[in-house]
């Protein structure tokens, strides 16, 4: 118990409120930062003091449908775009191999312009894939032609392509993997975001 006293009081002294609920744990009530001592409090915890409620954010969909594309090869682009900054979206469309970035593409292009045009929105660059999947489209069976008078059968495929895309920040992504030596940089800033307290620069 005097050691839980002794480390009490020497974060008392550094500015930390110390409560005590029972004997055994103590839990810390709030922490010192500089940058909140120098600037104050931020817009949005004064409107939350005030109980201001904020507007939802715009909701911009659009799809395309009956793409001449199987939807497994479909949604491995649809994925990769998931919760990225619309140009960033965009870019990584352009640069991908894959015969499905180009659809992506187009529509996420199609989108951004519908969102100035329609709903208002200033900058069509302050926006984020929210919502990015894809639809089973109708599977079509037809003759595979052999030789020596032969037959088979074939399918084609076709797929529906939904996103949705919200004006402001993109949130952190749901990385599954655990492993952060394997995540690249910006997975890494999405999946184990960087909270300086006692700093005055953060990103």
Not at 89 to 107: D, H, L, N
Not at 188 to 200: A, E, G, M, V
Request: with cysteine; proline share 6%.
């Amino acid at each position: 118990m005097n050691i839980v006293r002794h480390a009490a009081l020497s974060l008392s002294r550094r500015g930390y409120q110390v409560c005590f609920p029972c004997q055994h744990q103590f839990v810390l009530a709030s922490y010192f930062s500089v940058t909140r001592n120098k600037l104050g409090k931020s817009e949005v915890e004064i409107q939350k003091e005030q109980g201001i409620p904020q507007p939802p954010p715009i909701e911009i969909p659009h799809c395309r449908r009956d793409v001449r594309i199987g939807p497994k090869k479909m949604t491995l682009v649809a994925n990769l775009v998931s919760r990225m900054p619309i140009q960033e979206a965009i870019t990584q469309c352009e640069f991908s191999p894959k015969g499905a970035a180009e659809v992506v593409k187009e529509v996420l292009e199609e989108a951004q312009e519908i969102a100035v045009k329609r709903y208002g929105v200033e900058d069509k660059n302050n926006l984020y894939v929210d919502q990015s999947h894809v639809g089973r489209g109708q599977h079509l069976k037809r003759i595979k032609f052999h030789g020596r008078g032969r037959f088979g059968k074939m399918k084609r495929y076709y797929c529906h392509y939904f996103c949705v895309l919200k004006e402001g920040v993109p949130p952190g992504k749901n990385i599954s993997r655990q492993n952060r030596r394997r995540l690249s940089e910006l997975e890494q800033k999405l999946r184990y975001p960087k909270t300086i307290k006692n700093s005055l620069s953060w990103w």
